[in-house]
């Protein structure tokens, strides 16, 4: 696998903790980065994938009208 280098500019405690963590799990800083990154890059597309089912839900009727939901909402909690 081919590789770039990526530059940021981090605060000083955050680029702390990462160190930390590299100590710890007797890692080198990249790899932490590169796991957040990997994490981050994944949640990202879940997240557009989710947005893009909840359009289609809208576009094909599937959906609950807010009142029915504000009626619902206040029964939470009741026994």
Same mark, same amino acid.
């Given at each position: 696998m081919s590789t770039r280098t990526v530059t940021a500019h981090i605060p000083v405690?955050?680029?702390?903790?990462? @160190? #930390?963590? #590299?100590?710890?799990? @007797?890692?080198?800083r990249g790899w932490i980065v590169k796991q957040a990154l990997q994490n981050w890059?994944?949640?990202?597309e879940?997240?557009?994938?989710m947005l893009l089912e909840g359009l289609k839900d809208i576009d094909e009727g599937r959906v609950v009208d807010h009142a029915e939901i504000v009626v619902w909402a206040k029964t939470l909690g009741e026994s």
């Open positions: 405690e955050l680029a702390e903790q990462v @160190d #930390a963590y #590299a100590n710890k799990l @007797d890692r080198p890059v994944s949640l990202e879940r997240r557009h994938q």
